[in-house]
């Protein structure tokens, strides 16, 4: 009897030293992944700015377009235009009464 409780107590020695070791790679190996994580986040948050920087950008490029495109065919002497502004015209003053 005074053997097995010998022996169970030497196993539970030397499983207690060799835990010591294995919870510090475990630790290790966590703070590692959080680091690693912690730089993707960095990453997509950096990509997201460049994605709404550049979605500023495609939008004021598009606003300017679309500004001088009025702008022309305000300018234009093309019969279908000109009918077309009268046209609102008319309807405005319609509308307006």
Do not use: C
């Not at 020695?13 to 630790?27: G, Q």
């Amino acid at each position: 009897m005074e053997e097995l409780l010998g022996l169970g107590l030497g196993f539970v020695a030397i499983i207690l030293t060799f835990s010591i070791p294995l919870s510090a790679i475990w630790t290790n190996h966590l703070r590692k992944s959080q680091k690693i994580r912690a730089l993707i986040v960095k990453d997509e948050i950096e990509l997201e700015k460049l994605r709404y920087n550049n979605f500023l950008v495609e939008t004021e490029k598009m606003r300017l377009d679309l500004q001088l495109k009025q702008a022309s065919l305000l300018e234009s002497t093309d019969p279908l235009v000109l009918d077309l502004q009268k046209r609102s015209v008319n309807e405005a003053q319609t509308i307006s009464y």
